[in-house]
Structure formats: C-alpha cells, structure tokens
C-alpha cells in the first residue's frame, strides 16, 4: 500500500511517500521528494519499489488520484484503490504513528538553515526510524 504526506523541514514543505506490506504491516520503502509534480514523485517511488523488489507487491491507494494511475500504467503495474477497512487498520493508524514521530523536522523542533538542502539528515533519521518501527514497533 503506497501513501503520502506532508513534512514541514525548515522552511520547507517536502512529500513523505510510504509503502507498507499488508500483511506485516512493515514498512518497505520511504521517499523524500521536494517535487511539485506527483505524477514524477509516484513514478520514481514505483520505480525505486520494483528495482527493489520486483512486481511481488500490488500496489493499492487509498484514493483515485489520477498519478498513481498514470504511474501504474507507465511503470505496467496493477493499481487498485484498498478498501476502507485497510486504510483505516493499516494505512492510517501507521501514517499517524510516522506523523506524531516527524514532527520534530519543523522549526521548532528540527530545523533545517542550509540553503538547497538535500534532505540528508531527514533520510538518515528515516532509515533509523523504518528499522527501528519494523523490527520494534511491527512484530
């Protein structure tokens, strides 16, 4: 299941994808894009899944947007729109427990002063925190 967010990181607005299993409910992969564009973000987020892991994992959405279609049928993936019940067991509760984590990438908390940051900090602390929620938080 792919999903999207918004994080504030200094002065910035930047797009969080997710994709999560599931059945296990881990976490598989995360984007940082600073891309205006969500066709381009979803295509490279797809791209990056599949280089990984092949066309072992459908892709469902929580909504129709149109660029998850366009993706799919770019990258030649199936796409389906999940039902209620997995957006509110998985997709949400998971999207609110990486919410209430990366809340600390604000000015308040994080901020981030560099001019044409490239977000380095903000993938390293995910990488921490995607093994620490699939191997902690998950089992």
């Known amino acids: 299941m792919i999903d999207e967010t918004q994080l504030k990181v200094g002065s910035e607005i930047i797009w969080l994808w997710i994709?999560?299993?599931?059945?296990?409910k881990n976490i598989l992969?995360?984007?940082?894009?600073?891309?205006?564009?969500?066709?381009?973000a979803i295509e490279h987020f797809l791209s990056e899944i599949v280089d990984k892991y092949g066309h072992q994992y459908p892709v469902?959405?929580?909504?129709?947007?149109?660029?998850?279609?366009?993706?799919?049928?770019?990258?030649?993936?199936?796409?389906?729109?999940?039902s209620s019940y997995e957006k509110s067991i998985i997709i949400e509760r998971t999207m609110q427990y990486i919410k209430d984590r990366?809340?600390?990438?604000?000015?308040?908390?994080?901020?981030?002063?560099?001019?044409?940051?490239?977000?380095?900090?903000?993938?390293?602390?995910?990488?921490?925190?995607?093994?620490?929620?699939?191997?902690?938080v998950i089992p």
């Open 102 to 136: 990366t809340e600390c990438f604000d000015n308040d908390y994080f901020p981030c002063r560099k001019k044409k940051c490239k977000l380095e900090h903000v993938r390293q602390w995910l990488i921490i925190f995607v093994d620490h929620y699939n191997k902690e």
């Open 19 to 24: 994709a999560i299993e599931s059945e296990t």
């Open 29 to 40: 992969a995360t984007s940082l894009s600073k891309e205006r564009n969500m066709f381009v």
């Open 60 to 82: 469902s959405t929580d909504d129709g947007g149109t660029w998850y279609l366009q993706a799919c049928k770019f990258l030649k993936l199936n796409h389906h729109i999940h």
